[in-house]
């Protein structure tokens, strides 16, 4: 029973996510069903986690379930119907040489096999535990909403309740159907990295304009160790590994975009680049990393960054100044143990830090138990000639992986622990593995395309589309 429930939670969450993708697509492009799927889980758990926060204040319990459904199909349904009206493609086939099916076996007995040993052998970690699923299971026991007084009890600040609510609100509608379950939640975090790998596929086939490089960087996905295996891997219920995909769909689009601008996919980027900051803080971070690596990849395009960066911003900035000012208005106030106050007389003070804290980076690029060989491949793939194709990404790639790191080391000079390369120590790892995963797309990308192996056409139009 609890699988068929939380089936139930997770198709109702997919049908919102896939309106809100076919109505943000552009005119006259053909999605693939990969895609679809992956973004109707990264919209999908947007959309019912902003809906469950705002009706919460009104509704709860089953009144405010059967809301967020009824929403949900709604929404579903005006996707729908706006494809028809706006001549949005959905591209349905398998492929059909040994070759590809032979791979599309592989890839999927990879996610199979990390599915239920994930799921079933690795327990929630710290943040997991007592940052997210502490809050989802009070909004479960509050009728699907998080009581006000939990903003303001100065017993629960261990539980950063300035965090913003994806995640936690994404496990109590999963909990709204079969009631409190860590286990089962976990789901929530797995859904998150099949809908990673499903981009992976579809931006490594597409950018490349070859199936095989699609396949490699999906595979490539599997064997960065950290994310299997670590302490913040996939399975862990950090916030880590679902803000790296939501990151990676944003540079997606957002390179899509400067690649063809008439095919008005910066929307996509946007939407996605407001959720980060519903994620989790560092998500700001991510957010302006990612307006930063549209300026400097935009001088390519011949266009003028503004036009690029406009609508890329607002929807980010409209999230960030909400959730602040919400807090404000709730009287929560945000832990300030972690980091001292951003001052230019704190920032004299603790710039010689800079030197550790780039040593400090220097030995986690090179950490093959944690990394394997993504980040020396990484760096070959910028400095390497690689493909035609790759050479128009490169500079939107490197900048999207490069920036939001350098921000990371300069974060650590406002560090307020005693010794603060423990905290470098402690969270750098994790901070890296948000952009680990446009890592691996830029790996796939400079990879040679063998002659005559699995050509795919270009998707950013109608059309005959190989991808499924």
């Given at each position: ?37 992956s973004l109707s889980v990264f919209f999908g758990a947007a959309f019912v986690s902003l809906v469950s926060f705002v009706l919460g204040f009104l509704l709860t319990g089953s009144l405010l379930r059967f809301a967020v459904s009824i ?351 423990g905290h470098v120590d402690v969270s750098l790892p994790r901070l890296m593995m948000q952009t680990s995963f446009t890592a ?29």
């Amino acid at each position: 029973m609890d699988i068929l429930l939380s089936a139930v939670a997770f198709v109702l969450l997919m049908v919102a996510g896939s309106g809100v993708a076919l109505l943000a697509m552009p005119r006259r492009r053909t999605v693939t069903t990969t895609e679809l799927l992956s973004l109707s889980v990264f919209f999908g758990a947007a959309f019912v986690s902003l809906v469950s926060f705002v009706l919460g204040f009104l509704l709860t319990g089953s009144l405010l379930r059967f809301a967020v459904s009824i929403a949900s199909l709604s929404l579903g349904v005006l996707g729908i119907l706006s494809r028809r009206r706006r001549e949005i493609g959905i591209a349905m086939r398998l492929p059909g040489d040994v070759p590809s099916i032979l791979a599309l076996g592989i890839l999927i007995g990879l996610v199979g096999f990390h599915l239920v040993r994930l799921t079933f052998h690795h327990t929630l970690g710290w943040d997991g535990l007592f940052v997210w699923e502490f809050k989802a299971r009070i909004a479960s026991l509050s009728g699907g909403a998080i009581p006000l007084s939990y903003y303001t009890d100065l017993s629960t600040t261990w539980s950063h309740p300035e965090y913003p609510l994806l995640l936690p609100l994404s496990e109590a509608w999963l909990y709204s159907w079969l009631g409190p379950n860590q286990q089962m939640a976990k789901l929530v975090f797995l859904l998150f990295s099949l809908a990673t790998v499903g981009l992976l596929f579809t931006a490594g086939s597409r950018l490349s304009g070859c199936r095989w490089q699609g396949f490699l960087a999906a595979t490539l996905f599997f064997f960065v160790p950290v994310t299997i295996l670590g302490d913040y891997g996939i399975s862990s219920g950090y916030a880590d590994g679902p803000l790296g995909g939501y990151y990676l769909a944003c540079v997606i689009y957002l390179v899509e975009h400067l690649e063809k601008p008439e095919g008005k996919t910066v929307l996509l980027a946007a939407i996605l680049a407001a959720v980060l900051p519903w994620i989790k803080q560092e998500g700001a971070i991510l957010w302006l990393s990612l307006l930063f690596a549209a300026i400097l990849a935009s001088g390519r395009t011949g266009r003028h960054p503004l036009k690029t960066l406009i609508p890329l911003a607002v929807p980010g900035l409209l999230v960030i100044v909400g959730w602040q000012v919400l807090m404000g208005v709730f009287g929560t106030k945000g832990v300030g143990m972690d980091f001292i106050e951003i001052t230019s007389t704190n920032l004299g003070k603790n710039l010689p830090r800079l030197i550790d804290i780039g040593l400090r980076m220097r030995n986690e690029l090179i950490d093959w138990n944690a990394w394997g060989f993504l980040w020396p491949a990484f760096i070959l793939a910028l400095v390497l000639p690689g493909s035609g194709r790759f050479g128009r990404h490169r500079l939107a790639l490197a900048g999207a992986v490069i920036i939001p790191n350098l921000f990371y080391m300069c974060v650590f000079v406002f560090s307020a622990w005693q010794s603060f390369l423990g905290h470098v120590d402690v969270s750098l790892p994790r901070l890296m593995m948000q952009t680990s995963f446009t890592a691996v797309l830029a790996i796939a990308l400079a990879v040679p395309t063998p002659r005559g192996t699995w050509p795919s056409s270009d998707t950013s139009t109608t059309g005959a589309n190989p991808l499924a």
